[in-house]
Structure formats: structure tokens, C-alpha cells
């Protein structure tokens, strides 16, 4: 205990202060279970997945919505060069990559003053350099949302160029950047809980800055305070009403996303999890055709997240199907939602995120008594004998200085390394553990032509189904591959395209596995038609390919 820093830590407090607000109401929720008696049996039309935009989306009388899904070729790996997506992982130049450093706030007022302002000053290559000698690979800056908005009285060139160079530094040593949208109060705003057309601005403001440059990352937005429930979900990634944002309309990601997209970004995007940033369960998956959205999780041992059992349905369960990275977590006694028993709890999270290759950024590497205890040495806090209270100051700097350069990727090896791009992914949530079969109702673009190959989550590609069926007639197709063992809960199933070209028109996943959805004297049970794809602009018609 030390009690002669006490003006310090008063400084210190207040950026604490905004970190515990966060996570404060937060509110547990269960998760989506539309079970049914009787066998559970899903349809899907292939367009209404979400359609990477090296798939076509045509226009046929016979098929069963009057649009299909056309596949040139097999799938392919992502462009090389910078951060890219390939299906549940991140590369960077190729190689698989897991983002692990730290979340910095010198970014986050407009002008470098106000409680951040120490750590405004301290932006250096030091830093830099200190982060690295930690195993670093990656910065946060958290930016503010008022300062970015041209239509804001906070906004200011100044502030902008502030964050050109603070970028370049980061660069200029190597590492790769988030930049993620910050409203909250050390950033000078008010805590709105979804993002706005003031967001919207911020992302025009930050992409003609940063477009050129595929190792910077774009968050949309730090913490989202939206339940995990079908309402607040829809919120999140639609939009909504003033009355639930401050008096401000909501957007939604989704909207955020086309934006970025609007301005040439090839960048990967991040979209974080709701409820402050804490649950991913239940979450609608953004639809980009170009296949780069991660989402960021902030697994703070509270609440819904404080026993290692939430972990896995809270948010580890989507790292099997897309990129997660932790963007944001710390376990410090300073904190009001502190909790006794992170000294165990915290090592055990880290090892958690670990195994699944959820990369982590570390609460700040500029805060004092958070990571570090002295901007002259960086010297790490720890968790040694961990208690709660402002007079203590453990924390958990030591932990990830000792696990942060052995965070390498669990590479399998039949990964597919294939981008999003040249796939139709669909989200499945299943009601219960049961082996479903799958069948889809196909078409050979050309003569021979071979099936699409099937991923399920990140396990192995194989064939989709048997056969290639007659040239032009639709027929429903499955496979021994298809037979698929599934746990409860939310599932991503990827057809990755096949060599000569195949046309998808419907999916159907059942538990009745000797069903056959194309045989009048065994049909398969009525399905309920899900997807998780957010409504937008139909895309152009086409001729059908033949």
C-alpha cells in the first residue's frame, strides 16, 4: 500500500472513473433459442446469406426465391500486403496473425488537455519502443468522436494532424494501429450508445487519412451499450430511435460499415460487442462483400463475463467462425467494479484467449497504475497479492509482459486461408446439440463441374455434396461431408465455390436425416427461413450464366 502518491492517483482515478461507467449497469441476458418441437429444420436462400462480392447474385425464374447465388471459381486467399481477413483468422503479409500490445490514450481529447493530457505528453518513441520490449505488435488510439466531427465545435485540424502523426509514429516502429471512435468522457463526449451520423463524419474524416494503409484497422465504435437480445441487437446493427441515444438517431454498424466502404476503404473494420462491449451471443453479422470485419470483445471479469464459464457463449464462441480480437481489458485494484479474485481469474482469462487466437489489447499502456507503474522504466503492476481499492495499485502489466511475446497463432493444418470475398457465408443459430444433415438444391455452371467445398466454423473444407447433377436443372445434392454434428448456439457454415463454376440456390439443414427435400414421398418437415443478413439495396440484376 502507498499512500504518498495520493495526487497521482487522483489524476489516474478520473480516467478510471470513465473505465468503470462503462460496466456498471451491465446486465446479463440469455441467450436466442427459437427451439421447436420435433425435428428442427432450417432454409436458407443462398442470396439471403451473406454474399462476398466475387459471388453473383442472378436473376432465374426457376429457382426458388427467383434468385440464385453463381460461382465463378473456388474461393481465393485475401489480397496480400497489411492486415487482412481469411475466414475466422487475421493475416498480416500472408502470415496468420493475432493482434496482442495495448490501448493508449493520448489520442482521445481534441486538445491534449483535461485528465489525459499527461499521456498526451508522453507520446514518443520511448513508448513505442517500451510497448515493443513488452512483445507488442499492435497500438489502440482511442480518438474522439466530437473531434473528428467536422460539424463539431471540438473538432479542429490540429486535433486531426495529432492523430496523423501519433499513427505514424506507431508505424514508424513497425506496428499496426487501431483507431477506434471514442464518445465517452476523457474524449470530450457524452457517452452516446450507438453511433450517429456524427460518427459517420468521423470515419469520412479518418479514411481519407488512412485508406492507403492496410496495417492501420478501423473500430467503429468503443462500446456499444445495446442488451443481447433480438431487440437491442437490432438496434445495434440497424439503427434506431433518438430516445434510446441521447436524443441523438442511431445509425447502426451496419450503416457505419457501407460508409467506410463508400470512401475505397479495403481496410478491415472492427465492430464491437454490445452490452458496453462485453457479449457477442446472438449477435446479426455484418454483411461486407469484401469479407474484413473482425469483432472486438472487452472482457472485463465482470458481471455477465465474471466466471471463466461465460466466457466461451459470451463471445469466445465466434472466434471458430471469425476474428475476435479482446481490444480493450485490464485488471486493476483502482477500478469500481474491481473484483478480488482477479489474481486468478486474470491469468486464467488470458490463457482462454490465448488457445483461441483472440488477440488482446491491454488498458492503457499510459495510464499509470494500470500497466505501468513510472513512465521512466515502464516498470509492469502486478497482481501479486491483488486487492480492490484507489490506495492499492495492482494490476495486471506483469502478466502481460511474460505471456504477450509467446502469443503466437494455433494454425491447423488444414486451414483454408480463404477470403470472405469469393464465399457465401451463412449464420445458423441452432436450438439444440443434434447432427443435422445439409442439402443444397445446385446447378453446374459448366459440364463437370465439381462441388462447392463446405466449412463448418474453422474445421476442415469438404465437398458439399456428391455429383455434379445435370447441367440445367436445378437438383438437391448432400454428401457424407454433410453430415454435420452441431452444439446449440450460433454457427457459420461457408460454401467456398468450386472449380468450373456451380450455381446455389437453397440450403435446407435438418435433424431429420433421412428426409429429402427434392422426394415428394419423403419430404423434409417444414422449415423456418432464417438468416442473419441486414436488409439493404438489392444488388443489379444479371442474366442467368449458364
Not at 345 to 351: E, I, R, S
Not at 402 to 419: D, F, I, K, R, T
Amino acid at each position: 500500500m502507498r499512500t504518498g502518491r495520493r495526487h497521482r492517483r487522483l489524476l489516474t482515478a478520473a480516467v478510471l472513473v470513465a473505465l468503470s461507467v462503462s460496466h456498471l449497469h451491465a446486465v446479463s441476458a440469455g441467450p436466442i433459442e427459437p427451439s421447436e418441437a420435433g425435428p428442427n429444420t432450417f432454409s436458407v436462400e443462398a442470396e439471403a446469406a451473406l454474399v462476398g462480392r466475387r459471388v453473383q447474385v442472378v436473376d432465374g425464374p426457376a429457382a426458388s426465391g427467383g434468385r440464385f447465388v453463381h460461382f465463378s471459381g473456388p474461393a481465393g486467399p485475401p489480397p496480400g500486403g497489411g492486415v487482412r481477413v481469411a475466414g475466422k483468422r487475421l493475416l498480416r503479409d500472408g502470415v496468420p496473425f493475432v493482434p496482442v500490445g495495448f490501448t493508449m490514450v493520448a489520442l482521445v481529447h481534441p486538445t491534449g488537455e483535461g485528465e489525459t493530457a499527461w499521456a498526451a505528453r508522453r507520446l514518443d518513441d520511448r513508448a513505442m519502443e517500451a510497448a515493443i520490449s513488452w512483445g507488442a505488435n499492435t497500438i489502440r488510439f482511442q480518438v474522439s468522436q466530437r473531434g473528428l466531427d467536422p460539424l463539431d465545435a471540438l473538432y479542429s485540424d490540429a486535433y486531426v494532424n495529432r492523430i496523423v502523426d501519433g499513427v505514424a509514429l506507431a508505424r514508424s516502429h513497425g506496428l499496426v494501429v487501431i483507431l477506434s471512435i471514442q464518445d465517452q468522457g476523457p474524449s470530450g463526449g457524452n457517452s452516446h450508445g450507438q453511433p450517429s451520423e456524427a460518427t459517420i463524419r468521423d470515419w469520412q474524416t479518418l479514411t481519407a487519412r488512412f485508406n492507403g494503409d492496410p496495417n492501420v484497422m478501423y473500430e467503429i465504435f468503443n462500446e456499444p451499450q445495446n442488451k443481447p437480445t433480438p431487440d437491442g441487437w437490432s438496434v445495434w446493427r440497424d439503427g434506431g430511435p433518438p430516445e434510446r441515444n441521447q436524443g441523438t438517431p442511431a445509425v447502426g454498424h451496419q450503416r457505419v460499415l457501407a460508409a467506410i466502404r463508400a470512401t475505397g476503404a479495403m481496410n478491415v473494420v472492427i465492430a464491437g460487442a454490445g452490452q458496453f462491449g462485453q457479449r457477442l451471443d446472438g449477435i446479426p453479422l455484418l454483411h461486407d462483400p469484401l469479407g474484413q470485419v473482425a469483432y472486438g470483445v472487452h472482457p472485463y471479469l465482470t458481471h455477465s463475463l465474471r466466471e471463466p464459464e461465460d466466457w466461451e457463449p459470451g463471445f469466445g464462441f465466434l472466434s471458430t467462425q471469425y476474428p475476435v480480437v479482446a481490444t480493450e481489458w485490464t485488471a486493476v485494484s483502482g477500478v469500481r467494479f474491481c473484483k478480488p479474485e482477479w489474481e486468478t481469474t486474470a491469468p486464467q482469462l488470458v490463457d482462454y484467449l490465448q488457445a483461441r487466437d483472440i488477440g488482446l489489447l491491454g488498458w492503457a499502456f499510459d495510464v499509470l497504475d494500470t500497466l505501468i507503474l513510472d513512465w521512466h522504466q515502464y516498470r509492469p503492476t502486478s497482481l501479486e497479492g491483488f486487492q480492490c481499492g484507489e490506495l492499492f495499485d495492482h494490476g495486471a502489466g506483469e502478466l502481460l509482459k511474460a505471456e504477450m511475446p509467446e502469443w503466437h497463432p494455433q494454425v491447423a493444418p488444414c486451414e483454408a486461408g480463404l477470403s470472405d470475398e469469393g464465399v457465401v457465408a451463412v449464420p445458423v443459430d441452432v436450438p439444440q446439440t443434434g447432427t443435422y444433415r445439409l442439402w443444397a438444391l445446385t446447378r453446374p455452371a459448366t459440364r463437370g463441374a465439381g462441388a462447392s467445398l463446405l466449412q463448418v466454423d474453422d474445421s476442415c473444407p469438404v465437398p458439399a455434396w456428391e455429383g455434379s447433377g445435370p447441367e440445367d436443372t436445378w437438383s438437391w445434392r448432400t454428401s457424407r461431408g454433410s453430415l454435420l454434428h452441431l452444439s446449440a448456439g450460433r454457427h457459420t457454415v461457408r460454401f467456398l465455390g468450386a472449380a468450373g463454376g456451380v450455381n446455389l440456390d437453397r440450403l435446407v439443414l435438418t435433424t431429420d436425416i433421412g428426409c429429402n427435400p427434392g422426394d415428394p414421398g419423403d419430404p423434409c418437415p417444414d422449415p423456418t427461413t432464417t438468416t442473419t443478413r441486414p436488409p439493404e439495396a438489392p444488388p443489379s440484376r444479371r442474366r442467368p450464366p449458364r
